[in-house]
């Protein structure tokens, strides 16, 4: 299966996509919730990636550019782009995960209510 958007070389796309398949048939059963929560924290790992990825090169070929104000706009909207999708991709990695632990251990890893979602932190 070909992601799409296709991703940058450097991404892992055989082993997520391993880890996508094994926890929807292997933990898939009677979890709808969790696998619902995971496959939305899986996608955005994916999206977070790309856009870091895509701010860096926007930000290298900038860099490269006659330093005008606009020029500077556009350096500074990547950078903070970049850090920005970069930390959220780690945030999603964790949210994903914890929808994980919520099969395996529903008692430590609780995703009732609001409060709990909310407590969902790296």
Same mark, same amino acid.
Do not use: H, K, M, N
């Given at each position: 299966m070909a992601l799409d958007p296709p991703m940058p070389l450097d991404f892992a796309t055989g082993p997520y996509e391993t880890i996508q398949q094994r926890i929807s048939v292997d933990l898939g059963e009677g979890y709808a919730e969790s696998l619902q929560m995971f496959a939305g924290a899986w996608n955005?790992?994916?999206?977070?990636?790309?856009?870091?990825?895509?701010h860096d090169q926007s930000f290298t070929s900038s860099i490269q550019q006659q330093l005008t104000p606009l020029e500077r706009y556009h350096q500074e909207r990547? =950078?903070?782009?970049?850090?920005?999708s970069?930390?959220?991709? $780690? /945030?999603? =990695?964790?949210y994903g995960l914890y929808a994980v632990a919520s099969? $395996? /251990?529903?008692a430590g890893f609780a995703i009732r209510t609001q409060q709990d979602l909310r407590g969902v932190t790296p």
């Open positions: 955005a790992v994916r999206y977070r990636y790309l856009a870091c990825v895509e990547d =950078l903070f782009g970049f850090f920005v970069g930390l959220s991709t $780690i /945030e999603s =990695l964790c099969i $395996i /251990e529903p």
